[in-house]
């Protein structure tokens, strides 16, 4: 499957590896939001290694993918989580959530802007009158250095004894803010490729003060930019990550 941003079955072995557990900062920095009175909604959900805490922690949450893949590692996990497939462009539903939250950096892989402006007025119109939006994006600090050849990136060895790999090579289009980073995973026994697995990775890398105007177009009227899990103020381009706070 040749989708940009989606996460296939190497690429989510690789994930489940490297990503198994939310680092303690950010969970905690999202169930700061939540409450046991809370009708909670985790957007891309992935693999569940937010919205499993969340469901151990006894919040009412449910949660949405596009990656068969991932889900399935998710119900393995929590076969009772309330999980949807989901391509959340095309997703419509007429209930409302007291809090709503997209977690990593996610929403930086919507790099068509009209979309991702879409979005923003889908989930502004998902949220109760005293609901919250809370996610986070990817800055351009974060771009990586441009290379023209695949290069090693990671290898990881799989609990069967196969070897798995990412090779990546990374452009940064500084016009559209564009980070693209296509993948591909390679899975080993020794030296013998037995499976390969291309992604089309790409991300919007964001400016100072950028979504804070999408944000505002879309119809949220108290927004707060964090740096930091810890909710310090942004000021500027420098950290690698922005974190917002939305209310209607």
């Known amino acids: 499957m040749n989708i940009k941003n989606y ?17 303690q900062d950010e969970l ?17 959900c992935g693999s569940g290694r937010f919205l499993v805490p969340f469901l151990e922690h006894g919040y009412d949450i ?11 590692k998710l119900k ?6 309330d999980v949807e497939y989901a391509d959340f462009a095309e997703y419509t539903t007429d209930e409302q959530f007291d809090y709503i939250f997209i977690s990593s950096g996610s929403v930086s892989l919507f790099t068509d802007m009209i979309l ?11 949220l109760t009158p005293a609901g919250q939006f809370v996610f986070a994006v990817d800055t351009i600090a974060d771009k990586c250095q441009d290379n023209d050849d ?29 980070q693209f980073s296509p993948g591909i995973y390679e899975l080993y026994d020794g030296g013998r ?15 100072f003060g ?7 177009e879309a119809g949220f009227a108290e927004i707060s930019t964090y740096s930091s899990f810890e909710k310090e103020t942004a000021i500027n381009d420098c950290c690698e990550m922005f974190l917002f706070e939305c209310k209607l």
């Open 7 to 23: 996460y296939g079955s190497l690429c989510t072995e690789m994930y489940e590896i490297l990503h198994d557990k939310a680092p």
């Open 28 to 44: 905690d920095f999202y169930l700061s939001y939540a409450g046991k009175n809370k009708k909670i909604l985790e957007i891309m």
């Open 62 to 72: 449910r949660g949405i993918d596009f990656s068969v893949e991932m889900l399935e």
């Open 76 to 81: 393995q996990k929590a076969p009772e989580a």
């Open 116 to 126: 991702c402006q879409k979005i923003l007025k889908k989930i502004k119109g998902m």
């Open 150 to 178: 695949y290069e090693m990136s990671v290898s990881v060895k799989m609990k069967n004894g196969l070897d798995l790999v990412l090779k990546t090579k990374n452009y940064f289009d500084v016009q559209r803010q564009i």
């Open 193 to 207: 490729l037995l499976k390969s697995e291309y992604m089309d990775f790409q991300t919007h890398l964001y400016k």
């Open 210 to 216: 950028e979504m804070e105007g999408y944000l505002r």
